[in-house]
């Protein structure tokens, strides 16, 4: 009996695109749309945009450059403005390892100083609730919570 015969015409070319398509798998060099890479890693672009948002809220991007460029800067005094902007924008098609690290070092302390605000804030809500309950909190439970909201308020 002979082998069954294709319509289709078998080339060397579609035998090896049928053999190595990847079309189902997601490209490592698109992000999705939380800004993480195929591997969980943050983009350059989405970690600028993070930062800027810690930084000063909802402003438009030509007010977040000069401050984002600033905090950048305590960790790699040589980023321009320009580059910041480039980065924040998606146009930067390589970064330095500096530059990378002033971004992750600024990131990290921004996100530590609001992790620290809102510790503090919770704490002097518990501290205010549990007096309005009658069980007040010692001289030093007192005093923690006072350098906390401090610390918060400089």
């Known amino acids: 009996m002979p082998p069954p015969v294709s319509k289709r015409q078998e080339t060397v070319a579609n035998r090896l695109e049928s053999l190595s398509s990847n079309d189902n798998l997601p490209d490592a060099s698109q992000g999705n749309a939380a800004g993480k890479t195929e591997y969980g890693v ?88 549990l007096a309005e309950n009658g069980i007040p909190l010692s001289a030093d439970q007192h005093r923690v919570v006072q350098a906390m909201a401090a610390e918060v308020a400089a």
């Open 42 to 129: 943050s983009s350059p672009q989405a970690m600028v945009r993070e930062l800027g948002e810690l930084i000063a809220g909802r402003q438009p991007a030509k007010v977040l450059y000069p401050l984002i460029a600033t905090d950048l800067r305590h960790y790699s005094p040589g980023i321009s403005l320009r580059r910041v902007r480039a980065i924040f924008n998606g146009e930067a098609s390589r970064l330095w390892d500096d530059e990378a690290m002033a971004i992750r070092m600024a990131l990290s302390h921004r996100r530590n100083a609001k992790a620290r605000r809102d510790f503090a804030r919770a704490a002097a809500e518990m501290a205010k609730q």
